[in-house]
């Protein structure tokens, strides 16, 4: 369902266009293309573009092919100059093999953040509604169990999520090189998200309430339910598919399409200042091509999907140790030199709540670092 319905974010990444730029092409860029199966519309776009992102600038849809605005493996792509400036236009077979549209993205890499992660902008576990036990008295509830709820409207029928909390989002407004790194946050080792139970694990930075700003609680999906008896507590048996429910998950009514579907790459006007990684999946330390990153800016900061930024590790500070050679160890932290930021690569943006926003690594010439920062999708 989510495959078919992603296949329309094809046809808006090809039409819309925020972003008036000149465009640049590789120097090795092709003159055709047969777009192949597993392809992204990135991928193919960074074949001829230096700045992929820009793709719809120089896309035009040929009116005499079925579905012009979409790509399908074995169209062929080809480069042409249209009023001097560099053009593709599509040509298609003359059997459409029974292939879907190319996504925008690649949709494994997301599936997990679209349908399972919520950010609140609260704590949600002083309002919502709650597991307080499970049938039989079990620590841990399995498909076709009982779970007994609480602090909810619920009707018999009713269909609900089952998340549970994962971590809580906190940045300073004054970053500082020496952030510890990898802490585990009060809020998340309280509640512990359990392993490999929700497709979606984190290596992120967290720090103490002084000084921080939390720009969201994070809970992810781990099963659903079905109310079979209302009351206080009510009954909710739990459907299969998920993982094992426990006493202190949280519940919200299903939404079976709780994501924005249409991803088109473009630029941000002004990139919220000081916005950096907040989080980046696998928990681990480094990042790459392909993995997702949460980072510290949102709706109320103007970021939407299909942003497209680069991401900048901070320069170091150090000594001068040509121009200055201390004879004496008092002198060894004088005479430093801040080092320019070093560019990482570009992350597209692909879900974004109020404070908080989801990225995917498109593209890199180093790792990325919890604490890198975030800037316009310019070239290095």
């Known amino acids: ?63 005499q092919v079925e579905n012009p605005h979409l790509i399908y493996p074995g169209d062929v792509l080809s480069l042409a100059y249209l009023g001097g400036r560099p053009t593709l236009v599509k040509k298609s077979p003359a059997v459409r093999r029974m292939d879907s549209a190319i996504d925008a993205l690649p949709l494994s890499e997301i599936e997990a953040f679209l349908e399972k992660a919520h950010v609140f902008d609260e704590d949600p576990s002083d309002r919502l509604p709650y597991v307080v036990a499970l049938e039989e008295n079990r620590l841990r509830g399995a498909e076709g169990q009982l779970a007994y709820v609480r602090r909810g409207d619920f009707e018999p029928g009713q269909r609900w999520a089952i998340l ?109 200042e000081g916005m950096r990684i907040l989080a980046q999946t696998g928990r681990n330390a ?34 001068d140790e040509v121009a200055h050679q201390p004879r004496i160890k008092a002198n060894l932290g004088r005479n430093k030199v801040q080092l320019p930021d070093e560019f990482v690569g570009h992350v597209m943006i692909f879900r974004t709540f109020d404070k908080v926003s989801y990225g995917l690594i498109m593209d890199g010439i180093r790792p990325a670092r919890i604490d890198d920062k975030i800037k316009a999708p310019d070239r290095y």
Request: net charge negative.
């Open 1 to 63: 369902m989510l495959k078919k319905l992603l296949s329309v974010s094809a046809a808006a990444l090809l039409t819309l266009a925020s972003y008036v730029a000149a465009v640049e092409l590789r120097d090795d860029h092709p003159d055709t293309y047969t777009v192949q199966k597993g392809d992204t519309l990135w991928d193919i776009a960074a074949r001829f573009l230096n700045e992929p992102w820009l793709w719809p600038e120089i896309w035009q849809a040929n009116p």
């Open 164 to 272: 549970r909390p994962s971590l809580r989002y906190a940045v300073h407004p004054h970053p500082a090189s020496d952030y510890p790194r990898l802490k585990r946050d009060p809020w998340d080792a309280q509640h512990g998200l359990r392993p490999n139970t929700s497709g979606i694990e984190w290596a992120y930075f967290a720090a103490s309430d002084n000084g921080f700003e939390v720009l969201g609680w994070e809970a992810v999906e781990v099963a659903q339910g079905v109310v079979t008896q209302d009351g206080d507590p009510a009954k909710l048996l739990i459907t299969p598919g998920g993982a094992e429910v426990q006493k202190g998950d949280l519940l919200v009514p299903y939404d079976p399409q709780p994501f924005e579907l249409s991803f088109h790459p473009h630029a941000m006007d002004s990139v919220p």
């Open 286 to 319: 480094y990042g790459g091509p392909r993995d997702v990153i949460a980072l510290s800016a949102g709706a109320r900061d103007g970021v939407e999907n299909g942003h497209v930024f680069s991401i900048w590790h901070p320069g170091d500070r150090v000594r």
